[in-house]
């Protein structure tokens, strides 16, 4: 059984030498010419204005989330159009229930004005 693994355990052990190996001489050979303007904190392209710290608003949260659900749906169709024809016609009802329930959920959000960014 272990023989079956060697290969691979060699492998990772050698490409972990090697990160170490090549991190190791970016460290000892690279250049240390640190100034203000690398020192200095930044954020996207401003000086930082406020405490890193502060609170968001609920609604920047709300937004990734919807984002990740419907980011999720885009990721099931994929799966179901390729075996859509080995499936037939309960994959393709399943799949409509799925997605009207998503869309329903968009329109009730669109409509409580989740998606407004004032």
């Known amino acids: 059984m272990l023989s079956n693994y060697l290969p691979v355990l060699i492998f990772v052990i050698i490409a972990i030498v ?5 991190i190791g001489i970016g460290f000892l050979l690279g250049p240390r010419r640190p100034d203000s303007e690398k020192l200095s904190p930044y954020e996207c392209g401003f000086e930082a204005f406020e405490d890193s710290r502060m609170k968001f608003d609920v609604r920047y949260y709300l937004v990734a989330i919807l984002f990740i659900i419907f980011d999720l749906e885009i990721a099931f169709l994929f799966p179901w159009a390729i075996v859509l024809d080995k499936i037939g016609m309960f994959g393709f009802v399943s799949m409509a229930i ?21």
Request: a negative charge.
């Open 18 to 22: 090697m990160a170490g190996v090549v």
């Open 98 to 118: 799925f997605l009207g329930i998503l869309v329903i959920g968009f329109i009730y959000e669109w409509k409580k004005g989740a998606l407004e960014w004032e």
